[in-house]
T-cell receptor, first 112, second 114 residues
Framework: GNSVTQMEGPVTLSEEAFLTINCTYTATGYPSLFWYVQYPGEGLQLLLKATKADDKGSNKGFEATYRKETTSFHLEKGSVQVSDSAVYFCALIPTSGSRLTFGEGTQLTVNP | GAGVSQSPRYKVAKRGQDVALRCDPISGHVSLFWYQQALGQGPEFLTYFQNEAQLDKSGLPSDRFFAERPEGSVSTLKIQRTQQEDSAVYLC????????????FGPGTRLTVL
C-alpha cells in the first residue's frame, strides 16, 4: 500500500538556522507529493506541492524537490524564523486515487 | 472567500451517545473528504464524496461511522454509540475535484468521548 515516512521529531532550531525535514514515500506509479503545515491552534494548510518527478515546489522560503530515484521529498529552508514553529506533514496522492496519505508529522520549534 | 467550516469545534460525548459533525465546504468544490487525526499522528482518510456520491468509504473504521452529502454541498459525519477510541480530531477538506487537486482543510472538530 501507499505510505509516507517522516523524520522523527521534535526538531528544535535557533532562528536563522538551516532546516531539513526528511520525507520518503512508498507508492506505485507517480504520486503527487505535498507538504502541509499546521500552526498552533489552526487548521492544516498546504505549504507546497509537486506533481511529477524532478519538480520543485516552493513557498514562503521553503522548498522540496520530487526525487523519484530516491522516493523522497525532503523539505528545506535556508533560514528559519520563530514564526515557522509548527507541525509539518508530508503527504501523497497516488496516481490512481484522490485521498491523501500523510506521514506522522514533525514538530518544529524555532527559538529566538 | 470563505474557507471550509466545521461545527461544532469541540464536542464532548458520553460513551454510547450518537454524534453528528458538520462540514461546509468551499462553494463550488466538487470533492469532499473526511479524515480522522489522533493525538500526535497524521490525519487518516475516512471517506470521499464527489458531489453527492460517496465514491470511497474504505477508511471508515466500523459500521458505527456513517457520512452523507445529500445535496452535494454540506456533509455530515455521524458516529453512533461512540466509544473512547473514537476520540480524535475530525477534519473535513474540499477540492475542485481535478486530479491531484489541492485539498483545503477546515479547522476540525475535536471529539472527546468520556
Amino acid at each position: 500500500g501507499n505510505s509516507v515516512t517522516q523524520m522523527e521529531g521534535p526538531v528544535t532550531l535557533s532562528e536563522e538556522a538551516f532546516l531539513t525535514i526528511n520525507c520518503t514515500y512508498t507508492a506505485t506509479g507517480y504520486p503527487s507529493l505535498f507538504w502541509y503545515v499546521q500552526y498552533p491552534g489552526e487548521g492544516l494548510q498546504l505549504l507546497l506541492k509537486a506533481t511529477k518527478a524532478d519538480d520543485k515546489g516552493s513557498n514562503k522560503g521553503f522548498e522540496a524537490t520530487y526525487r523519484k530515484e530516491t522516493t523522497s521529498f525532503h523539505l528545506e529552508k535556508g533560514s528559519v524564523q520563530v514564526s515557522d514553529s509548527a507541525v509539518y506533514f508530508c503527504a501523497l496522492i497516488p496516481t490512481s486515487g484522490s485521498r491523501l496519505t500523510f506521514g506522522e508529522g514533525t514538530q518544529l520549534t524555532v527559538n529566538p | 472567500g470563505a474557507g471550509v467550516s466545521q461545527s461544532p469545534r469541540y464536542k464532548v460525548a458520553k460513551r454510547g451517545q450518537d454524534v453528528a459533525l458538520r462540514c461546509d465546504p468551499i462553494s463550488g468544490h466538487v470533492s469532499l473528504f473526511w479524515y480522522q487525526q489522533a493525538l500526535g499522528q497524521g490525519p487518516e482518510f475516512l471517506t470521499y464524496f464527489q458531489n453527492e456520491a460517496q465514491l470511497d468509504k474504505s477508511g471508515l473504521p466500523s459500521d458505527r461511522f456513517f457520512a452523507e452529502r445529500p445535496e452535494g454541498s454540506v456533509s455530515t459525519l455521524k458516529i453512533q454509540r461512540t466509544q473512547q477510541e473514537d476520540s480524535a480530531v475530525y477534519l473535513c477538506a474540499s477540492s475542485l475535484g481535478l486530479p491531484f487537486d489541492t485539498q483545503y482543510f477546515g479547522p476540525g472538530t475535536r471529539l472527546t468521548v468520556l
